[in-house]
């Protein structure tokens, strides 16, 4: 486990990357979004053709930079059957991409752009496991990006340095009645399982030496409602 120096070097190191990440989202236009999300509905049948496009869209924008995977059904809604996550790394790759890959999309697919709140971690594990979990925002974005900064990113951030989590995104679809979408790529299905023990302890940590990461961690229930989440593999 981290020894408490460990956590203070972790903490200064995480609100150094969080002023850099406010400065980015400064520098880009107001409103406009980083990544596309292609949801197959619950109940809705895969298109067959899908496969084809999703292997086009890792050509041109990099493997890394698709994630698509599979719901596994649970009892309550999952919020998705399949769902493909597009990382643009450029504006001009989403201009074209708006241009030529959404035109030919099936219409009974949801698809829908989102501003990215947090990112972390970096190149994908070889069989992760996924959590991925929806929320009706209850209070204004302003609020919710200071609970991410100040809680959600260096939470997942301590994650990732402990080999918990691969990589992260927190997202604010567009739109009036736009949701956070959270995804978490977990290193691997048994990491998975046994990781919250870890993940307590590691909030414990941060928590003793950052005031603000605990005030904003009481905040929670304040700022988001769980509309739905489900564990998810890659798409074969």
Do not use: C
Not at 19 to 27: D, P, W
Not at 153 to 182: C, F, H, P, S, W
């Amino acid at each position: 486990m981290a020894s408490k120096a460990r956590i203070k070097r972790f903490i200064s190191t995480a609100l150094m990357g969080t002023a850099l990440f406010v400065a980015g989202m400064g520098a880009a236009s107001a409103g406009s979004a980083s990544d596309m999300i292609v949801v197959v509905p619950e109940g809705t049948a895969k298109p067959a053709a899908l496969s084809g496009q999703v292997a086009h869209w890792r050509q041109q924008l990099g493997a890394s930079n698709v994630v698509w995977v599979d719901s596994l059904k649970r009892d309550k809604p999952s919020g998705f059957a399949s769902m493909a996550v597009l990382n643009f790394k450029e504006p001009r790759q989403l201009e074209a991409w708006n241009k030529s890959g959404a035109a030919v999309l099936p219409a009974s697919l949801q698809v829908v752009a989102a501003d990215v709140l947090a990112r972390g971690g970096s190149v994908p594990t070889n069989a992760p496991m996924y959590k991925i979990s929806y929320y009706k925002p209850t209070s204004s974005r302003k609020d919710i990006q200071a609970w991410v900064d100040g809680y959600l990113k260096k939470y997942l951030d301590a994650q990732v340095e402990n080999d918990i989590l691969t990589r992260y995104a927190m997202y604010l679809e567009e739109g009036k009645d736009g949701r956070l979408l959270l995804v978490l790529e977990y290193t691997d299905a048994a990491v998975e399982q046994h990781a919250e023990p870890i993940k307590a302890k590691l909030s414990e940590d941060i928590a003793r030496v950052d005031a603000e990461y605990a005030r904003q961690s009481d905040l929670k229930e304040s700022l988001r409602v769980t509309q739905s989440w489900t564990l998810a593999v890659p798409t074969n």
